[in-house]
């Protein structure tokens, strides 16, 4: 797929008929010019059961019922009653977008920069890294600051680049901490002593993940080419017991992506790394991680630049390698302890079983677009999976820093909704909101569902 960037650096790949990039200065967007939404150009599908293999902090339809934001889920499931009820009467998504509800998301992934300091052969993100692109800074507080103002709950601090390349990665954490707001981090663990500086105002419900993917140093290196000659696994875990002295409340994750051969991206074949499972596990609990955990290569697809786990191979070919992989981690369990656990992602366990099939079965329409979105150097997005495509644009990456821009990004939103066919673009994607889509699909369906629906448990965790 054809990636270019106008003078100011925002991307420009295949110009989608959604966005009109033409003022270099501003986003500009055509949706306001739908004239056929989407939830009557395709039949929705009916509610779906839950998947078996959703994890806990996978199962986001319970999530949005926790009694301390169930109002949220209710007030756009209401909202999009109202709309469909008003479109069959005439009306255009404009008029009624004045009575849209007046809520931020719940949770965003912030990509704080592009720039990185590594050259893994298997990053999803190659194409964007280093490119010079950044916010100001002062503007993505402000941006942060209006989001939370409306109800923003968490924010996982991830690529793009490596977050605590970012000259403000601490300011930033600070920020947010100051303002209650739960958060993630997502680092390659070169820079560790940034962790440490913000590692006093982390709390229980925090998390950083290091995404390490490797059991030793040869192959660590060989996989993620760090610019630093001194950058090798055993110095990034030796750091972790320093950190765990300074406040062990908030979790350290290691992170393994199982790459096996014949996997490929960037035009190039990817290290396996099968054989060190277990060796990782090992090494994750040595040095006080307070997890491993696994999950599958991803790629991008060529059609849509969408990540998809790679299913390239005959299943004759891939049946041996899941073994392989299912023997590893079994191997690792007895690990475990009440200190240390084995986590396998949901997109592995489905890989594992077949029923990846499952979770592409997409319903035309994507809501967790209104409850989760992206916020980048690049711009604003609607999913992780479209993190820079333009397809999924919902504005320039300021388009949050006050209440006017707010208001005209969340109709955006609103209008994208409509016009993102998710049962096309996500059809190789295992997502992981499939079911959550499916849930508040039928609640908009079959609107006598709403007035009996009951909040979950609260488990105050709102990461999206």
């Keep these: 797929m054809e990636k270019i960037h106008s003078a100011e650096g925002e991307v420009l790949m295949e ?18 010019s739908i004239t056929t939404p989407l939830h009557v150009q395709t039949k929705q599908g009916e509610h779906k059961e839950k998947q078996v293999e959703l994890s806990p902090i996978h199962d986001f339809s319970a999530k949005l019922r926790q009694p301390s934001i169930i109002n949220v889920l209710k007030d756009y499931v209401q909202w999009q009653i109202e709309w469909r009820e008003a479109y069959a009467k005439g009306k255009s998504i404009d008029e ?27 990053c999803v993100d190659m194409d964007i890294l280093n490119t010079g692109i950044r916010y100001d800074h002062e503007q993505l507080k402000n941006s942060l600051t209006t ?36 958060i993630g981090v997502v680092t390659n663990g070169s820079r560790m002593q940034k962790i ?10 925090d998390w950083v993940r290091l995404s390490l993917d490797s059991g030793n140093n040869e192959t660590f290196r060989a996989m993620h080419k760090p610019v630093s000659k001194k950058v090798t696994l055993d110095w990034i875990c030796s750091q972790i017991p320093d950190i765990k002295k300074i406040n062990d409340q908030f979790q350290i994750g290691y992170s393994f992506i199982v790459v096996w051969n014949d996997c490929e991206a ?18 994750a609990r040595q040095y006080q991680f307070d997890y491993i955990s696994y999950k599958p290569f991803l790629t991008r697809a060529e059609e849509n630049n969408a990540e998809v786990v790679n299913l390239t191979q005959q299943d004759q070919k891939l049946g041996p390698i899941i073994e392989k992989i299912r023997l590893a981690i ?7 302890d009440d200190k240390f656990s084995i986590i396998e992602s949901t997109n592995l366990r489905v890989l594992e079983n077949g029923s990846y099939k499952d979770f592409v079965d997409q319903p035309s329409t994507c809501h967790m677009q209104y409850f ?62 499939n079911h959550a889509n499916w849930f508040i699909e039928d609640l908009i369906c079959n609107p006598e569902k709403l007035n009996t629906l009951s909040a979950s448990e609260e488990r105050h965790d709102y990461f999206l």
């Design 330 to 336: 079994n191997e690792t369990k007895p690990l475990e």
């Design 266 to 283: 960037n035009d190039m074949q990817i290290i396996d790394n099968t054989n060190e499972i277990y060796e990782a596990a090992e090494r």
């Design 147 to 182: 989001l939370i103002d409306r109800g923003l709950k968490t924010v996982i601090i991830i690529g793009g680049g490596e977050p605590t390349a970012y000259p403000g990665f601490t300011d930033i954490v600070r920020h947010l901490k100051e303002r209650n707001i739960k």
């Design 15 to 32: 110009i989608s008929p959604l966005i009109d990039f033409r003022d270099k200065n501003k986003f500009r967007s055509n949706l306001h």
């Design 96 to 122: 009624i977008l004045k009575k849209a509800p007046n809520h931020a998301p719940l949770s965003i992934n912030l990509d704080v920069t592009t720039a990185c300091n590594y050259r893994c052969d298997h």
């Design 196 to 205: 440490a500086e913000v590692a006093d105002v982390l709390e229980k419900g």
């Design 372 to 433: 989760r979105q992206i916020l980048s150097p690049l711009g604003i997005f609607n999913c992780p999976v479209y993190r820079h495509v333009p397809q999924a644009l919902l504005g320039g990456k300021h388009e949050y820093n006050d209440e006017a821009s707010f208001e005209e990004t969340q109709k955006n939103t609103l209008r994208l909704i409509e016009a993102f066919d998710a049962s096309n673009e996500c059809r190789d994607v295992t997502c992981l909101y």
